[in-house]
C-alpha cells in the first residue's frame, strides 16, 4: 500500500480474504528500514507473522520489483531483516524466543489438554503455549475442541511438537482465540521452537514440517554468533493476482458514474 488507511478498513480487509493472517506493508519513513509491515488475522492484529513476512518478501521481489538484496521491516516485533539463500528459499531474520516450563499437574495444562483430547509429555510458555508429544504420529492425531481451546483464559494459541519421523521436528498450531482454527504455517511459532529443538537435539541447523491439511516444510538455524536471533525458512510462490477496491476508489467510480449519466 502507498500508505497506511483506517484499522478498521485493515481488519475489514483482513476478514474479507480469510486466511490466518494477511500482511499489510507500506514504504517505512524511517532511515535503516525499506517498509513497515503489520499482520491480521481475520478477527485480531498480531506482533509477529512468519510466512505472512516470507509471502511479503516475495511480492516484493517477484511482483513489485524491489532490487535489493535484503527487504529491511519495522514492525511490533522490532527490526526484521528477510534475505534469499542459494537455494532459493526466503530467510527470515526473527526474534528468538525463550520458553518457560509449566508443571504437567498445572490446571492450565489439565485445560489445554482436555481441549486437545490428548495429554502432552510437555508444556512450556511465552507469548504462546507449546505442547510436546512423545511422537509425530500423535501430533498428527489431534482433534481438538476448538472451541474449548478458544477458552482458555490469556492463551493467544497453541503450538503442539514432536520429533519428526523425516525431519528434525513436526508441529502444528491452533489458534482459535483469534479467529484461527489451525494456522497452515506459522513461522512465529518456530521463533519459540528454534532454540527448544536446537537445545534437545544438539544442532544449531535443522529441518521442520508443518503437518496442517496444506502442510509446508522450513530450515530453522540458530548459531552462538547471533544469540536472541532465529533463522527460519521457506519457499514462496504466486498464485493469485487481484484488485482491491478501497472505499474511496468505490466513492469516485460512483461518482464517475454518476457524471456520466448526467452528461448522457
Not at 514504504?27 to 503489520?38: I, N
Not at 513489485?64 to 535484503?70: D, I, P, T, Y
Not at 504462546?128 to 492425531?141: H, K, N, W
Not at 552462538?224 to 482491491?244: F, L, N
Amino acid at each position: 500500500m502507498e500508505r497506511w488507511v483506517d484499522d478498521r478498513l485493515l481488519q475489514c480487509l483482513a476478514a474479507e480474504h480469510n486466511l490466518s493472517e494477511t500482511a499489510f506493508f507500506v514504504p517505512s519513513a524511517e532511515d535503516g528500514r525499506d517498509f513497515d509491515l503489520r499482520w491480521m488475522t481475520p478477527t485480531a492484529e498480531v506482533r509477529l507473522c512468519g510466512h505472512a513476512t516470507v509471502a511479503a518478501a516475495h511480492v516484493l521481489w517477484n511482483e513489485l520489483g524491489f532490487a535489493g538484496e535484503a527487504i529491511r521491516f519495522g514492525s511490533a516485533s522490532g527490526a526484521l531483516v528477510v534475505t534469499r539463500d542459494g537455494a532459493g528459499r526466503i530467510v527470515l531474520d526473527f526474534p528468538a524466543i525463550e520458553t518457560v516450563p509449566v508443571a504437567v499437574g498445572d490446571a492450565l495444562v489439565e485445560r489445554v489438554s482436555a481441549a486437545l483430547g490428548a495429554r502432552p509429555s510437555e508444556v512450556h510458555t511465552s507469548y504462546d503455549l507449546v505442547c510436546v508429544f512423545e511422537s509425530e504420529a500423535e501430533v498428527a492425531s489431534l482433534e481438538p475442541d476448538f472451541a474449548g481451546l478458544a477458552g482458555v483464559p490469556d492463551v493467544r494459541a497453541i503450538g503442539c511438537t514432536a520429533a519428526g519421523d523425516g525431519v528434525d521436528f513436526v508441529a502444528r498450531l491452533f489458534a482459535p482465540a483469534v479467529g484461527i482454527d489451525e494456522d497452515p504455517v506459522t513461522g512465529s511459532l518456530y521463533t519459540m521452537l528454534g532454540p527448544y529443538w536446537a537445545r534437545r537435539l544438539g544442532k544449531d541447523a535443522m529441518t521442520a514440517r508443518q503437518i496442517s491439511t496444506r502442510g509446508g516444510d522450513l530450515w530453522i538455524g540458530v548459531s552462538a554468533d547471533r544469540p536472541g536471533r532465529v533463522r527460519i525458512a521457506g519457499h514462496a510462490v504466486t498464485y493469485s493476482r487481484g484488485e482491491i477496491m478501497l472505499p474511496d476508489e468505490v466513492e469516485r467510480d460512483r461518482a464517475v458514474a454518476r457524471m456520466t449519466t448526467r452528461l448522457v
